[in-house]
């Protein structure tokens, strides 16, 4: 057992450091000695040298130093030193001796407590009882020991060895390593016998993670998936039913048909804890990424994965495959969407939303009730993952990719290189004048060109869906912008201005409402600042919106189709709300576009009339911060801690 609330290193320890201590004669060095000679030593030093076992001669794997005290050769602050540098202390009495339990609850334990607040960290602490081969008062110093182990929260456990004969000598070692490693604090209250709330929260998740119909029970082939996982064997058919046998035994709602429910599941991760074998239990919260405080591994959380500078980062074909099972996973009435609730269940994994809920409902394609379909998820990541692939990672992580798949996070993403053909992703920037329509032309991507939710003050609208283009299964993103040029600056000026804008983008859309006479100024200018870009180029396509109303004449020195002809631009668009089949047509016309613009542009077409992308830095804060802000306001980028309800 161990101490109620104790704080452990977040990080995993490399070596376990073990340091004896105890009053003099009580035989520590001794017994530190018969462990390494395997035989009583006939000559004993004051103190034996730092002792180090390799991890390989160790039950657990882990490099162990031991670390002997001698009040002979050593200080107080020598002594206070080493107990704060120790990862375990084991306290030696001498069970021969009636005091020897009374100085180590007056003297040793309070000298480990306080030494342990100093450093910031609570340590485990072994009783170890030398001198068993000696006559001593059995009873009554199992019934001391045991009223220390009741009292005193900070002593893992208690243990009688005899250097003499070596009886329980290798296995106080054990113990003090297995308290390090396999700490039973944050799992389980020996006061109350119950997993600690943190515990039933990782192996909630765990449960959830493995049970891979979503049905609340872990069958038979989902129970031996979970055995070859987290410990490389297979359940064997009888093993399978002894196990079912004792939790229903102890538990009716632990079984129900022929699986283990979630409290069947908590029940067997206790009996192991307390039948003294939580090792067990670490080893599938480890498994699952979780660390000693049971929170999840940053390195788990992480992935090992550095793309060049200039590439771009989209999901792979396991990426994929995983949020595509996922979903089907939770969509358990098996309507391609999920309901409230089939979202609430999937997310309950993680602990927060990874999106606002009126906000994705105009980002995405969703069925008539407002909720997210296939497509749309598979989009929302799709976009996510180009905006910061470490938040799609930590969703990934949550939701068990590493565990399910066998593979690294990396795994689940791909670096696509700048003008590489397996690109995927295609970003289209919207601009134009106040009103003339560019938040309705964005949402017209998922049909949501007539939303009844009101437009948000400040912010900037964004769609995604797949498109499929020449059999290409393409992603394209919309991206409304508020940026109007200055009419103060020059071309060169300008064009400074909007790289920051434009930046990462393949296709802009330059909008104009064909019933206001100011607005095509606006998206003349957009384009004359266009001119004054330098580095890499990109395409202008001209829209004219709300053409299902009277056309006006344009207040510029030049009309739209005039300009267009000019500069060997296509034509305008004409598009309308009300007309959805354009709308579509001009999207796969964008997607087109982007995907391959050397073929969609006109021979005559001149280097200064196309937007060339600024070098990154500062820039492209500017560009995908804004769509990281839209979908994640309230500082949502990290998980945090879990709201109670939907957004």
Known sequence: RHASGRKMATQELKIVRILLVGDPQCGK???ILALVGEEFPLFVPPRAEEITIPGDVTPEKV???????????????MLQEEITKAHVVCVMYDVTSEDALERVTSYWLPLIKHCSAGSGLSKPIILAGNKADLPFDTESQSQRLQEILNTCMEVETGIECSAKDLHNVSELFYFAQKAVLHPTAPLYSPNDRQLKPECVEALERIFKICDGDNDGILNDQELNDFQIRCFDAPLQPQALQD????????TSAGVHGDGLTLEGFLFLNKLFIQRGRHETTWKVLRKFGYSNTVTLKDEYLQPVFSPQPGSSVELSGSGYQFLTDLFNKYDRDGDKALSPQEQEDMFSLC?????????????????????ITLNGFLAFWTLQTSIDYTYTAQFLAWMGYPVLERGTLASALQEVRPHERQKSVYRCRVLGSKNCGKTTFVRGLVGKEQSPYPDIEGEEAVSVKSLTLAESHIYLVLHESSFVPDDSLDQYSSGQAISG???????????????????FKTAAQLFNAVEGMVSQLVPCVFIATKSDQPRVKQDYEQQPEELCKEYSLPQPHKVSASASEVLDSVYNTLATIARDPASNLPSSFRIPRWVKLASLGLMLGASLGAIVYLLHRSGRL??????????
């Open 501 to 519: 804008v434009l930046n990462h983008c393949d296709v802009a859309c330059l909008l104009y409402d064909t019933s206001d006479a100011s607005s």
């Open 638 to 647: 990290k998980f945090g801690a879990r709201r109670s309800s939907v957004l």
């Open 63 to 77: 490099p162990t130093h031991i670390v002997d005290y001698s009040a002979q050769e050593q200080d107080e602050d």
């Open 351 to 371: 602990p927060d939303y990874p999106w606002d809920d009126q906000l994705i409902s105009l980002t995405v394609e969703t069925n008539p009730e407002g909720w």
């Open 243 to 250: 196990v079912k046998r004792i939790v229903k035994k102890n």
């Open 29 to 31: 060095t001794s017994v």
